[in-house]
C-alpha cells in the first residue's frame, strides 16, 4: 500500500537553528512529491513540490527539499528556522498516474524565539 | 479571495442528524476532492471529481456519505446519519488537470464537524 513516513511528529528548535524534518515514502513507481504546511488556525498551502528536473527544489520561505530516489527519500530543509515557522508540515506524494495525495501524519514545529 | 471556500466552517451535530457541507473550488480548476483529517494525522483521501464526474471514491467513504458535483463547479458532502466517529475535519481542494497533467492541490480552510 502506498503510505509516507514523517519520523518526527514533535520537533522543538530555537530560533536561527537549522531545520531538516524527515519523509520517506512508499511506492515503487513514478512520484511527484510535495511539502505543505498549515500555519495556527490557517488552510495547508503548498511550500514546495518536485516533479521533475533536479531533485534539489526550492519553495517559498527558505525552504528546500531533496529528492533522493533510491532513498525514497524526500527531506525538507532550512537553514535557520524563524519563529513565524511554528506550524505543522505535512509531506505528500501522487503516484505518476494517479489522482490522489497520500500524506503523512504530519510533523509539529516549533519555534522558540 | 480566489482561494478554495468551505461552508460551514464548523458543524456541531447532534448524532443521527444528516449534515451537508458545501466547496466552491477556484473557478478554473476541473478537479475537486474531499478528504478527510483527524486529529494526529495527515489528510485522508475521500473521494474526487474531474468536472461532474466523481471517478474515485475510498473505502473510507461509507455509504451514508455521498458527494456530488453537479454543474462541476462547487460541490457538497452529504453525511447521513451521523456518528461520533465523523468528527472530524473535512478538507475541499481543487486543482487543473490538462494535457495529461495535473497541478498541484490547493486547500480550503475546512469544515470542522463535532458530533455530540
Known amino acids: 500500500a502506498q503510505s509516507v513516513s514523517q519520523h518526527n511528529h514533535h520537533v522543538i528548535l530555537s530560533e536561527a537553528a537549522s531545520l531538516e524534518l524527515g519523509c520517506n515514502y512508499s511506492y515503487g513507481g513514478t512520484v511527484n512529491l510535495f511539502w505543505y504546511v498549515q500555519y495556527p488556525g490557517q488552510h495547508l498551502q503548498l511550500l514546495l513540490k518536485y516533479f521533475s528536473g533536479d531533485p534539489l527544489v526550492k519553495g517559498i520561505k527558505g525552504f528546500e527539499a531533496e529528492f533522493i530516489k533510491s532513498k525514497f527519500s524526500f527531506n525538507l530543509r532550512k537553514p535557520s528556522v524563524q519563529w513565524s515557522d511554528t506550524a505543522e508540515y505535512f509531506c505528500?506524494?501522487?503516484?505518476?498516474?494517479?489522482?490522489?495525495?497520500?500524506f503523512g501524519t504530519g510533523t509539529q514545529l516549533k519555534v522558540e524565539l | 479571495d480566489t482561494g478554495v471556500s468551505q461552508d460551514p466552517r464548523h458543524k456541531i451535530t447532534k448524532r443521527g442528524q444528516n449534515v451537508t457541507f458545501r466547496c466552491d473550488p477556484i473557478?478554473?480548476?476541473?478537479?475537486l476532492y474531499w478528504y478527510r483529517q483527524t486529529l494526529g494525522q495527515g489528510p485522508e483521501f475521500l473521494t474526487y471529481?474531474?468536472?461532474?464526474?466523481?471517478?474515485?471514491k475510498s473505502r473510507l467513504l461509507s455509504d451514508r456519505f455521498s458527494a456530488e458535483r453537479p454543474k462541476g463547479s462547487f460541490s457538497t458532502l452529504e453525511i447521513q446519519r451521523t456518528e461520533q466517529g465523523d468528527s472530524a475535519m473535512y478538507l475541499c481542494?481543487?486543482?487543473?488537470?490538462?494535457?495529461?497533467?495535473?497541478?498541484?492541490?490547493?486547500f480550503g480552510q475546512g469544515t470542522r464537524l463535532t458530533v455530540v
Open positions: 505528500a506524494f501522487i503516484t505518476g498516474g494517479g489522482n490522489k495525495l497520500t
Open positions: 481542494a481543487s486543482s487543473l488537470e490538462g494535457s495529461g497533467r495535473v497541478t498541484e492541490a490547493f
Open positions: 473557478s478554473e480548476h476541473n478537479r
Open positions: 471529481f474531474q468536472n461532474e464526474a466523481q471517478l474515485e
